[in-house]
């Protein structure tokens, strides 16, 4: 398990391809999704480390959900590198799993499926790029690399280095997230 610090690093370096401190307090006040992000990892930090501070903590994150439009619990397993890049929309279930360098867009839902053959919580992999407005919905992996074209509804796994667009969401071509995703972390 990474530590906060390092999260936070990384979250920073996908915004800028740098992380001092100068860039730092430049891109934290600049930017909602990394201001938040900031926010998210500290508070899940306390959360598991120093639970006796955490409520006090909880209504600055909730405070931050409401004025940015995410609703992205604490506790979601969201991997380093973490890039949300607009302003608003945003709801992300609780136990989806996101891994490394993933870009989200404003209007994305990743949510839980009670019925059908999917039932459960989405898997997003490494360096995935999800357009504006995009639905993963259910027990489903997105592949590592791939991208979810803009107002997409994903039911279905997406390989890797997949590319899925429409309503529902096909895939359309096997070139993936490649110029979508800079400033990846290791």
């Not at 071509?173 to 979508?180: A, D, N, P, R, V």
Request: proline share 4%; charged share 15%; glycine share 12%.
């Amino acid at each position: 398990m990474a530590s906060v610090k390092s999260l936070i690093r990384d979250d920073l370096y996908r915004y800028t391809g740098q992380s001092t401190l100068k860039v730092f307090f430049n891109i934290y006040f600049r930017s909602p999704g990394f201001k938040y992000m900031f926010w998210f990892r500290i508070v899940s930090h306390i959360r598991d480390k120093y639970k006796w501070l955490y409520p006090l903590f909880w209504f600055k994150i909730r405070r931050l959900q409401y004025k940015f439009g995410y609703d992205i619990p604490i506790g979601t397993t969201i991997e380093p590198g973490f890039y949300i890049g607009h302003f608003g929309g945003i709801v992300i279930t609780y136990k989806a799993l996101i891994g490394k360098n993933c870009n989200i867009s404003q209007g994305v839902t990743i949510g839980y499926s009670s019925r059908g053959k999917n039932i459960g919580y989405p898997i997003i992999k490494n360096n995935v790029y999800i357009g504006p407005g995009a639905v993963i919905i259910g027990n489903i992996t997105i592949g590592n690399n791939a991208a979810i074209g803009a107002n997409a509804v994903v039911l279905n796994d997406i390989p890797d280095n997949g590319v899925a667009a429409g309503i529902p969401a096909r895939i359309i071509s096997l070139k993936g997230s490649e110029g979508y995703i800079l400033n990846k972390v290791k």
